[in-house]
């Protein structure tokens, strides 16, 4: 979805369901989170490496569950301030939350393998 971000951002938008047409800051706050999703997931690949300090994916998948849950919270925040909104517009705090358990879950099977990749 980062790559999607940055190349596209008024489909990405649509698919959100943001209504067009895009005022030059918000395509340009979806690039930015775009280029973050692709740094994060740039991060992921390189401790995946096999000659990779084993430290550096536990490091890897906690700032990724810090960076979903700070999206949930102004997510949620966004939603309270402004509730008349459809059920679309809060799909991101629902791919948000799902990044926070998939990244507890990817640290739990680390734990389980002692930290070391298979």
Do not use: C
Request: cysteine-free; overall charge neutral.
């Amino acid at each position: 979805m980062g790559w999607s971000a940055i190349l596209a951002p008024k489909l990405l938008a649509k698919a959100w369901g943001v209504k067009s047409p895009l005022r030059s800051d918000i395509k340009y706050a979806i690039r930015l989170f775009g280029i973050r999703n692709v740094i994060l997931a740039y991060q992921l690949y390189q401790a995946e490496r096999l000659d990779a300090d084993p430290e550096e994916l536990e490091e890897i998948l906690r700032q990724g569950i810090t960076v979903d849950i700070f999206d949930v919270l102004f997510g949620v925040g966004a939603r309270m301030a402004k509730p008349e909104g459809d059920f679309v517009a809060g799909l991101p705090v629902i791919a948000s939350l799902a990044g926070v358990a998939l990244g507890f879950l990817g640290r739990e099977n680390s734990e389980l393998f002692g930290g070391r990749h298979r």
